[in-house]
């Protein structure tokens, strides 16, 4: 057995084979990723006042970003960073903007959003939008504005870090909004 083929590398049925047939050829066998954490292992928190604190800071966002308008709001759970974990998901809509106004919005908010501490990402092509994100205690708080010219749509979506609030009460608040 040459010296850079490992033992079970020869006598796994599949590499034994690629390795005789490819003897050239490097083959690095690496340990499986390890899983997400099942537990945070941080305390639980109440989901209620942690949403209306979310709340407030989307409200804030949309002040700061947009500025105008009655957006339309929809909130949500979504399943968290670990299993005894939820995100909270806003998304802010305000319909019939144009599309000067529109880009113009996106354009201020890059300023705005890195001067209050968010790393952006622009992607080049699509939908004008601005993804970013800030780190939190478990996870990252994630925004994503943007502006739907085919329909006149402004939009923020604020997605909050990890909340541990344990494993059954992760599963009520993901299933209830399901």
Partial sequence: ??????????????????HRRHPDLDIVLLPPERPAPAMSGLPERA?????????????DLWRM?????????????IPGPTRDSVRHAITLTLAGVGTPAGIEHLREARGA????????FIPPTGTPRIMADRAGELGAEELLTGFDAEHGRLFIR???TGLP???GRARELIGAAA
Avoid: K
């Avoid at 850079?4 to 049925?13: G, K, L, Q, R, T």
């Avoid at 959003?113 to 952006?120: F, K, N, Q």
């Fill in 1 to 18: 057995m040459p010296d850079d083929v490992s033992a079970d590398e020869m006598n796994d049925p599949f590499w034994s084979v690629v």
């Fill in 47 to 59: 989901p209620g006042p942690f949403a209306q604190l979310q709340l407030t800071d989307a409200d």
């Fill in 65 to 77: 970003l947009v500025g105008h308008g009655m957006p339309r709001r929809e909130a949500r759970w």
């Fill in 113 to 120: 959003l890195t001067a209050d501490g968010w790393h952006l």
């Fill in 158 to 160: 604020l997605t909050s």
């Fill in 165 to 167: 609030v344990g494993v």
